[in-house]
């Protein structure tokens, strides 16, 4: 199961704040394509109302998450997570 840290949690609370989304509202983990040459997942997060049809729901401190069906098993025991870049706090896969 992927886990979502608590410095990733409140980073994405704070991303739905800011948006004016519903506090029922979750993020859902999407499926962007591959990078090229490398063969690794691009992966989109976006602010949800519900889960798609296909969506895996579970929640974590506190949140939301509808990861798409197609990456429940490449981010099993996968940790979100915040670095802290030069830009300001970032999210980070580990």
Sequence with gaps: MLTVTKK??????AAKAAEGAANEAGIRIRKEGMIENDGMLAVGLDI???PE???E???Q???RIFVEDALVE???GRTLD???A???PELIWR
Excluded: M, T
């Excluded at 990733?8 to 609370?13: D, S």
């Design 48 to 50: 949800a109302d519900e």
């Design 53 to 55: 049809p296909d969506d």
């Design 8 to 13: 990733a949690a409140a980073l994405l609370k």
């Design 61 to 63: 401190q506190g949140l």
């Design 86 to 88: 030069n830009e300001g």
């Design 57 to 59: 729901e579970f929640e």
């Design 74 to 76: 490449p981010l099993d």
């Design 82 to 84: 915040v670095s802290d």
